[in-house]
């Protein structure tokens, strides 16, 4: 279920997914909400585009590492692509 930065706590939080449209958002928050998993989301700025990179905003879904392999299993079953970092 959707909490608040205060309820999770100190711990570092773990970037599972981001949202880049309105619609896309709402259909996480359902899924976490329908499979019982507290999680966070907060707007934040990202870069998207090929050829003109331009800065976007979307919607950032957070959860605490111990529901994090959880998470990702929802995105996957869903089809959707669960946040990797990239480096």
Not at 12 to 28: G, I, M, N, Q, T
Request: no cysteine.
């Amino acid at each position: 279920m959707l909490q608040d930065a205060d309820h999770l706590g100190d711990q570092e939080l773990e970037l599972v997914y981001v949202a880049k449209r309105l619609k896309e958002a709402l259909r996480l928050e359902q899924l976490f909400t329908d499979a019982g998993l507290d999680y966070l989301v907060e707007p934040d700025r990202y870069s998207g585009g090929v050829i003109f990179r331009t800065e976007r905003v979307g919607a950032f879904f957070y959860v605490a590492p111990e529901n994090a392999a959880a998470a990702r299993e929802v995105l996957t079953k869903e089809g959707l692509e669960p946040y990797a970092v990239q480096g």
